[in-house]
Nanobody
Framework: QVQLTESGGGLVQAGDSVRLSCVAS????????MGWFRQTTGKEREFVAA????????NYGESVKGRFTISRDNTKNTAYLQMNSLKPEDTVVYFC?????????????????WGQGTQVTVST
């Protein structure tokens, strides 16, 4: 019932900032808790950030704490991932995820819906 579309990825320089967007359709966005994950080919998905449906709680992966910020705008049906101080190790496909249950969960199996991903490449 829910479709997620990520955008904002691309080629950036190390140390730069970029904001990813995730537009949700199919049901009221305010009913969804949102998360961001990333995955390198051949490896497991890594938790990046999550936010509850009412922005009452946030959660961040250890590798991105202090650099990435998750936010949402329910009027635009959009979740965002602000990424600052980008490093080459941040070069990966980023996925938006949503769930009708839970609150800022860090586990990928807690999410019901997934976008197709957006590639971020950080050059040196």
């Amino acid at each position: 019932q829910v479709q997620l579309t990520e955008s904002g990825g691309g080629l950036v320089q190390a140390g730069d900032s970029v904001r990813l967007s995730c537009v949700a359709s199919g049901r009221p966005f305010s009913t969804l808790a949102m998360g961001w994950f990333r995955q390198t080919t051949g490896k497991e998905r890594e938790f990046v950030a999550a936010m509850g449906w009412a922005s009452a709680r946030t959660n961040y992966g250890e590798s991105v704490k202090g650099r990435f910020t998750i936010s949402r705008d329910n009027t635009k049906n959009t979740a965002y991932l602000q990424m600052n101080s980008l490093k080459p190790e941040d070069t990966v496909v980023y996925f938006c995820a949503a769930t009708r249950y839970g609150d800022a969960n860090a586990r990928d199996f807690d999410y019901d819906y997934w976008g197709q991903g957006t590639q971020v490449t950080v050059s040196t």
